[in-house]
Each structure stands twice: as C-alpha cells, then as structure tokens.
C-alpha cells in the first residue's frame, strides 16, 4: 500500500471517529500517532522519539502566547457588560428602521468580534443581549434567530481572530497583514447581512417591526461609551500592522485595555474576574489539545508524503487552478457538516496550501496568495459555523431562544448564507477586496 493510500485511509479513520463523536483533538492525535507506527514498519521506537519533542516544539512557540490574550480580551468584554454598550448604541442609531433591531444585532456582533475573535461567544453573548429586545418589538422568530446565529459568525471574520492567528503560525504569514486584509471582507459580511434584513423586512414589514426613534443626545451618549471599544480594536490592529507592538504585545494591551474598560464600564467585580480566568484556560486548553492532535496528525501525513504527492499530482493534471480552488472551497463547506472552524483550519491547512501556492493565480505575488487564500479559508469555514446538521452558533441560538423550534432558525439562516456565497464570489473573483488595505498601508 503506497504512502497516499495510507494518507486517505488515515482521514477515513479520522472522519469515522468523529462521527461517533470522539473529540477531535484526541481523534486526529490517535489517527497520526497509528498512521506514524504503521508507516515505520510497527516500530513504537520512532513514534516515542517523535512525541518527546512534539509537545515542546508546539507549546513552547512564543506566537501561541497571543490565542489566551485575544481569549482573555473576549472574556471581560463579556464578563464586563460591553456588548450591552454595542448594542445599545447601534439600536440608537438605526434601531427607528424597518428591521432596525435586527440590523443593530448584526451591527453589534460585528463590534463585538472586534474584542472578542470567537464566533461562539459572539453569538453566545449578543444573543443574550439582543434577543429580549427583538421579541419585545415581535420580531419572527426565523429573522430573530437567523439573524443572530449569521452575525456571530462574524466574531471571526472581524479581526482579531483566533482563527487567523493559527493559519499565520501554520503559514509563517505575517499576522499583523491578515488582520488588515480581514478588515474589509468583514464589513462586506456585515453590510451583506444588514442588506439581507432589508430585504426580508421590505417583502415582509411584520417579520421585523421598526422601534421607536431615539433623540441625537442620547445617541452622541452611547457613542461616547463605545468609543473606547472602538479604540482598542484600532490601537491592536494598526499596532500589530504598524510593527509597533508585536501580535502579542497588541493582544495583552488589548486584554489589559478591555478589562480596565470592563471595571470601569461595566461593573466587573471578582466572579468576573474569575470566571473570565477559567473560560479563558478552558478554552485556551482545548484549543491546545486539538494543535497538538493536529500536530500528530499532520506528523503521520508528512511520513506518508501524501500532501506533496497530492499538491504534485494537482499540478500535472491541467485542472484550471481557479476550479481547483472552487474545488477546495466545497470540501471546506463538507467538512463544515462534521467538525468545528478550528479543527478544519488544523486539519486542512498543511494539505491544501502546499496545492494553492504552487498554482498561478492571474500572476499572483506568493505573499499575496497565502493572505488572499487565508482570507476565503477563513470565510468558508466560517460558513460551517451556521449550516446544517452541525451550525454551532445555530443550536447555541436556539438554546437562548426556547420558543423558536430549531427548523425556523435553520430556515432563518438560510438567507444569510445566500449572502455568504455572493461574498465569497466576489472574493474569489477579486481579490484586490483583500489585499487593497494590505497594499494601501503596507509599512
């Protein structure tokens, strides 16, 4: 049996075990680890060489330090009471309008992921502020619930990014620039969300009825509260692309900035504190176990030298290298059905990006590529988050929401998810959309 045949047969095996639902950290570190023994003739020697090193090499990685700060930084924003500021500020302003409160949901999210780099927590966290508001102004269910599950996907489009940061450490990609290149996509999928609501309050006014108008002072007042949110987003971003701080040095300026702010604003006191602490090493430990299983896994692949004959293979076989890319882009939104965002980027990443950077796109620089394939990575996998069967951020919102039965909120989403295909169309077409900040403001 060659070294690719055992490569599909590893994912096989993998994609068996998380259908009877192992967890995918242990279930992509068992595949490698068994894929590893069998390829060096049964030997357990190798593999025990192999996993003295491999944790070490991982953990011991200086960038890594920035996941638990972004985490840390989303954690008081919650904990703190400011998505209720979002919120409450985007209302004020177009909240009057047909749809208005679902817009400033959207709205809202955005802002939100702008502190926050998690899609789950977004739409954990927005749906609990902004689902008493759209019931009391009789929203429908499917617009309510539709609305809130696409626009927490937006806690990862919306930088920073947890996301993002794993592809750069995957990719050797420079952080700072696949923030900046996320920064209009993101806008993109906000407006194109904020559109859809339109839409579907223009051909049905009953499904989202306007709120009440709110005076300019009171408006200019929860502008002011948000605007130190506001600046945090940008003293990370433009520090990180400016090389004044380092990834790391923006996110811990950034989780210092947002838990002063979350004291100050908010009214955070001890339990938050604490509970901020423990979601943060909870999560910050998950997220570990699956780079680690990742790391196994991709061990096993590189041993059996499947990816290079995959990417060999991709590129003598005259397949034009944008239905490749489409090609991609669907498996993307199959792996979506059975695994979360993070395990697919770990996953998929060592595989398909050897095959997109040796393929030309219109005469693409390399640089240019790895952030322009990041960035549509990103944004299918962030597709995964609202589609059925798994939809995390879906279910998450149904929970909150116990009087909607889920078929209304999977029907609800299905319009937003029209809206991320148009996007990822024309990202896929034009990918100045997210390299022309990154160009504009190279440093």
């Known amino acids: 049996m060659s070294g690719t045949q055992i490569g599909f047969m590893m994912f096989g095996i993998l994609m068996a075990l998380l259908v009877v639902r192992i967890p995918i950290g242990i279930a992509m570190f068992t595949v490698g680890a068994g894929g590893y023994v069998y390829l060096s003739g049964g030997e357990l020697q190798p593999l025990l060489m192999t996993l003295k090193n491999l944790a070490y090499a991982r953990l011991s990685n200086y960038d890594l330090v920035v996941i638990p700060l972004f985490l840390l930084m989303g954690q008081f924003a919650t904990h703190g009471g400011l998505s209720n500021a979002l919120f409450r500020c985007v209302s004020a302003f177009i909240g009057h309008r047909k749809g208005g409160i679902a817009m400033a949901a959207i709205g809202a999210c955005a802002g939100f992921g702008a ?24 929203y429908s269910g499917s617009l309510a619930t539709g609305c809130l599950a696409a626009g927490g996907t937006l806690g990862i489009m919306i930088p920073p990014s947890v996301p993002l940061v794993i592809y750069a450490i995957l990719t050797q990609e420079s ?80 989780a210092a900035a947002c838990g002063i702010l979350a004291v100050v604003t908010g009214g955070m006191r001890l339990r938050g504190l604490i509970e901020s602490a423990v979601g943060t090493a909870q999560a910050t430990a998950m997220i570990f176990l699956v780079l680690l299983g990742a790391d196994m896994l991709n061990t096993g692949l590189a041993v059996s030298q499947m990816p290079t004959e995959l990417a060999t293979w991709v590129q003598n076989c005259g397949l034009s290298p944008l239905l490749v890319m489409i090609m991609i882009l669907l498996i993307y939104i199959f792996l979506g059905c059975v695994m979360d965002s993070l395990a697919m980027i770990l996953l998929t990443i060592p595989i398909f990006y050897p095959i997109i950077m040796g393929l030309d796109f219109w005469g693409m620089l390399p640089g240019d590529k790895s952030i322009w394939f990041g960035i549509l990575a990103l944004m299918v996998v962030e597709i995964g988050l609202v589609h059925p069967p798994v939809g995390m951020n879906v279910y998450i919102i149904n929970r909150l929401a116990k009087d909607v039965p889920l078929s209304e909120t999977f029907k609800g989403v299905i319009p937003f998810l029209l809206s991320d295909f148009v996007r990822i169309a024309l990202l896929l077409f034009f990918p100045i959309i997210s390299l022309y900040l990154v160009h504009t403001f190279q440093p």
């Open 115 to 138: 502190i926050c780099g998690s899609s789950l927590a977004t739409a954990a966290t927005m749906g609990q502020v902004a689902l008493p508001e759209l019931r009391r102004y009789k």
């Open 175 to 254: 952080i700072g620039k696949l923030f900046m290149a996320a920064v209009l996509p993101g806008l993109i999928a906000m407006s194109g969300y904020m559109i859809v609501v339109r839409i579907l309050t223009t051909i049905n006014p009953d499904c989202g009825p306007a709120g009440p108008r709110v005076p300019w002072p009171e408006r200019l007042r929860s502008l002011m509260l948000v605007t130190p949110v506001l600046l945090v987003f940008v003293v990370v971003i433009v520090g990180i692309y400016g090389g004044w701080t380092n990834p790391t040095e923006a996110a811990a300026i950034g």
